[in-house]
T-cell receptor
Framework: KAGVTQTPRYLIKTRGQQVTLSCSPI?????VSWYQQTPGQGLQFLFE???????NKGNFPGRFSGRQFSNSRSEMNVSTLELGDSALYLC???????????????FGPGTRLTVT | AQTVTQSQPEMSVQEAETVTLSCTYD???????LFWYKQPPSRQMILVIR??????QNATENRFSVNFQKAAKSFSLKISDSQLGDTAMYFC??????????FGTGTRLTIIP
């Protein structure tokens, strides 16, 4: 099975612009989660989508948004970029069937976003 | 809110030795899941081991094992017979029945040849 893929792998944007990152989960996985990784704040949960619905959300401003398509692929959008948005953005997918038990999350290689 | 603390920012050990990474967490929940993830220089995050809080038996996965002390809210990772490929950042993570992982700040482990 192919792993989680993220595109693009590297991105340079200017402050004030917006950016869209893409994540393709492992085939059959219905849950996609997004994390931001920075040296200062570490790994922080952004949001999780399951069956095209946002199911969990972290503590990020409204400039950060996402969506999931019917094929489970997900996109994350950041509007009005700030210098502090420079980070590695990781996507993870899991089976996440109904119920309490959390399934293993498989991570993609990440998108390195640099805001200048 | 749940928090995860890793008090060792960096560690190094000789190849073939045993090393233990520490992790403590804070939660008011009684049933939850704990994980250790490895992030090598290639940046791909990989699950190393997982522990379910309601299970008293410590999880093991080949050379990797955990010491889970529920009352003390401690979850340490022991790596036996360490190998050069074990060099990586190690993150302890907590999950309470959903897909949101709360991570610690990580421990950078270097295996010295």
């Amino acid at each position: 099975k192919a792993g989680v893929t993220q595109t693009p792998r590297y991105l340079i944007k200017t402050r004030g612009q917006q950016v869209t990152l893409s994540c393709s989960p492992i085939s059959g996985h219905r849950s996609v989660s997004w994390y931001q990784q920075t040296p200062g704040q570490g790994l922080q949960f952004l949001f999780e989508y399951f069956s095209e619905t946002q199911r969990n959300k972290g503590n990020f401003p409204g400039r950060f948004s996402g969506r999931q398509f019917s094929n489970s692929r997900s996109e994350m959008n950041v509007s009005t970029l700030e210098l502090g948005d420079s980070a590695l953005y990781l996507c993870a997918s899991s089976l996440a069937l109904a119920g309490f038990v959390p399934y293993e999350q498989y991570f993609g290689p990440g998108t390195r976003l640099t805001v200048t | 809110a749940q928090t995860v603390t890793q008090s060792q920012p960096e560690m190094s050990v000789q190849e073939a030795e045993t090393v233990t990474l520490s992790c403590t967490y804070d939660t008011s929940e009684s049933n939850y899941y704990l994980f250790w993830y490895k992030q090598p220089p290639s940046r791909q995050m990989i699950l190393v081991i997982r522990q379910e809080a309601y299970k008293q038996q410590n999880a093991t996965e080949n050379r990797f094992s955990v010491n889970f002390q529920k009352a003390a809210k401690s979850f340490s990772l022991k790596i036996s017979d360490s190998q050069l490929g074990d060099t990586a950042m190690y993150f302890c993570a907590y999950n309470f029945g959903n897909e949101k992982l709360t991570f610690g700040t990580g421990t950078r482990l270097t295996i010295i040849p």
